[in-house]
Nanobody, 123 residues
Framework: VQLQASGGGLVQAGGSLRLSCAAS????????MGWFRQAPGKEREFVAA????????YYADSVKGRFTISRDNAKNTVYLQMNSLKPEDTAVYYC?????????????????WGQGTLVTVSS
């Protein structure tokens, strides 16, 4: 599976962005998908995950109520809608695929990673 993340950019605090992650390969619909982020000088951290069917989602406490993960298996794409953005959301955002298919928040569960897209939130 190859993953291509896009949609990052510069936005003011309180604004919104939608990230997309396009996947190649016929097995996308059987994979759980996750979003992680990494700020300068910090470790990569979990943001959100969605099960293979889309029926189950899971969020980090820091983004709960502001971010929404979704997927369109017909388009081989997973999305991250980010609202009410804060300066502390500034990071490179990565999408990842987990072949087990269920939601997971640990990086070691994810076998495939995209290249990352930069989100910068100005105050």
């Amino acid at each position: 599976v190859q993953l291509q993340a896009s949609g990052g950019g510069l936005v003011q605090a309180g604004g919104s962005l939608r990230l997309s992650c396009a996947a190649s390969g016929p097995t996308f619909s059987s994979y759980a998908m996750g979003w992680f982020r990494q700020a300068p000088g910090k470790e990569r951290e979990f943001v959100a995950a969605i099960s293979w069917s889309g029926d189950s989602t899971y969020y980090a406490d820091s983004v709960k109520g502001r971010f929404t993960i979704s997927r369109d298996n017909a388009k081989n794409t997973v999305y991250l809608q980010m609202n009410s953005l804060k300066p502390e959301d500034t990071a490179v955002y990565y999408c990842a695929a987990d072949p087990i298919g269920w939601v997971a928040s640990t990086t070691r569960r994810y076998d495939y990673w995209g290249q990352g897209t930069l989100v910068t939130v100005s105050s």
